[in-house]
């Protein structure tokens, strides 16, 4: 037996973690056994980053393959280089987690066991996912794989990680906009490993709630193509502004809270960013890990050359006002374009560069930008030239970001790594799709009706409608007359809608209230969170909403596994991903105003009703509820005309989402008759029904 087990195994570290450079003597070994510092887990976008990565002084480094990972654009790797990458990870004790952290549509399962069942066979460290269908595949039929939750799933209370410890999960996640105090009670409620994000890219939205970027292209972000719609410009009050574009991220501050607090592993943003990015940032976050506080001052100089934007602490900073940006570029700014003669172009500079150097220009009119590499730079007293034969017109005032240097580079090839493996049977594979039909699962057929305050049922009739989805705030459901007559004698018809977002801090006021409702004979339920189960109890009703993604019948099979009634479909889906699907008893939503943006970060429109408009002049709402900002298109979508398709291929339950409409007895009217017809509500639009997701 070796000689570390000893020592109890909450006090020490894997030797076969321990970086080659970090500890180097026996004593250096055994002084850092006495307490477990948290893992430095770094992005790997290609193999240079890789092993930017490793000789930065990564513990672990986390990757996309080419296909299901949330950083499609990002060059990733082929399927054959990971044999090359476990091998040279293991040789310098680096650990190796793949991310999955996309929804995956229902014609790709196949494909799906294949990838789950190589990865399994590659004997990796870990997969990070999103999909509760990757879920419930590895953890029945692959259960060598070793399973993350990405921050994707949204998981934001300790209820969120009871429920992933108890389904087996090894590690969540967790929401970067948490706030101290809620950090802590969820670090002292934790079964199972804890990840947060401490550098990088910040998203509006909270993680996996953006349909942004698949409502105006089709290119979703739950499937790693998102258009970046935060870092846009929008037009408020006739201006244009950068309404959502966040500074990055930056935890230096607080990395010994976090130590204290036992979190597993420190994370960094930036699959798509430079191998130059990743190691700069790898040694300062190393350094600072390894030598706090002695260190901080000089990591903070070294992040302050990672050419990503300005910093903030985000939630876990006192001064959030501070996390706004007022541009989207990265880069460090260090001057303008003084002059033009021919080709030559002449600018000052507030910090000394270097021939290579990347520099991004930004024009002060339109704001377009473009990156060079720079050749031949001269400098006379604080003044650059250079020589440019591009074709983009370059004009005085133009403001120069500067973007890269390449202070050392790495291998890009990787060697050629045998490694033979059996694929998966066809008739395995094959039985496995079988078993992910849901059978004997009966459901009433119907049309649901989700509201969003108490006023709406005043205008519909309870025989209009065979389920009633009450969305109300707190504190609406606290003043609600449950016991009403009205309201008891159609209480089988009643479901309670619990937020997306239930702070720390706010859980046992809801469990209180849930209680108080059951109290009165209201136990149907609609959750926005699998761990929200925990809040209701084993003797309720639980249906899911379309937060919790079914793309794909493996995820059906989960919900029906976890007792859940019925689910619904997402927003965002598509008619032939429905057309796929074998379990057919879901809700589709054929009536919505679909929530784009959801975030925990307020926002200020000039407009007094919260509206702005893109640069292609579509227009769109700011909401502002219970703590949220939600931000709706100006048109709902709406999906009449498709009713009696679907109803042909076996979907019988549908949803009328009244949520983000002004309370009227007329609308009712006009939408419960087109329902009835089949007809299109215009204006409407139809997201990604048609054109499908991408």
Known sequence: MPWWHNYPASSIQDPASIHPNHYTTFAQISIAMIKKKPELLLPAGNVESFRAAIHGGADAVYLGLQQFNARIRANNFRETDLPAIMQEARKNGVKVYITLNTVIKNQETGKLTEFLDWLEKMKVDGIIFQDWGVFYLAKKYFPGLRLHASTQLGTHNSNGVIYASQTGISRVVLARELIMHELESIASNSTCELEVFIHGALCYSFSGQCFFSSYIGGRGANRGLCS???RMVYEDGGQPKYLFSLKDNQQLEVLQKFSDLGIHSLKVEGRMKSSGYVFQVAKAYRLAIDNH????????EMLGLDFGRSKSGYFYDKNLKNAMAETSNTGIRVGNIIRMSKKEVVFTSSVSLKNGDRLRIRHLKDENTFTIKVQDLWEDNGQYS???EGDSKLFPGDEVFWIGRKEQSFPSRLPKVESVVNKIPARQQAEIIRNLIIKNKQCPHGLYVRVGSPGWLNQIRFGEADGFILSFGREDLESF??????????????????PKFISELQIRAWESLIR??????ICRFFISH????????????ILSNEQVYVFNDAAARHLFSQKIKNFCYPVENDFENLRTMQNKQGIILLHTYPELFYSRMPVKIEDKNGFFRDDHQKKYRRIRKDGMTIVVPDQPVNLFQYKKRLTELGFNNFMLDLKHHEISENLWKKLIKK??????VMPS???NFKKGLL
């Not at 506080?293 to 903070?300: D, L």
């Not at 007359?481 to 619990?498: A, T, V």
């Not at 108080?516 to 004979?521: A, N, P, S, T």
């Open 530 to 541: 699998l761990s929200q189960k925990l809040l209701t109890g084993n003797d309720s009703i």
């Open 516 to 521: 108080k409702i059951q109290g009165v004979g």
């Open 685 to 687: 639009g139809i997201f």
């Open 675 to 680: 329902y009835n017809k089949g007809e299109q």
């Open 481 to 498: 007359d449950f016991s009403s007559p009205d309201i008891q004698q159609n209480r089988h018809k009643i479901y309670i809608e619990l």
């Open 386 to 388: 250079f020589i440019y």
């Open 293 to 300: 506080p002695k260190a901080t001052n000089q990591a903070r």
């Open 228 to 230: 970046q719609p935060c």
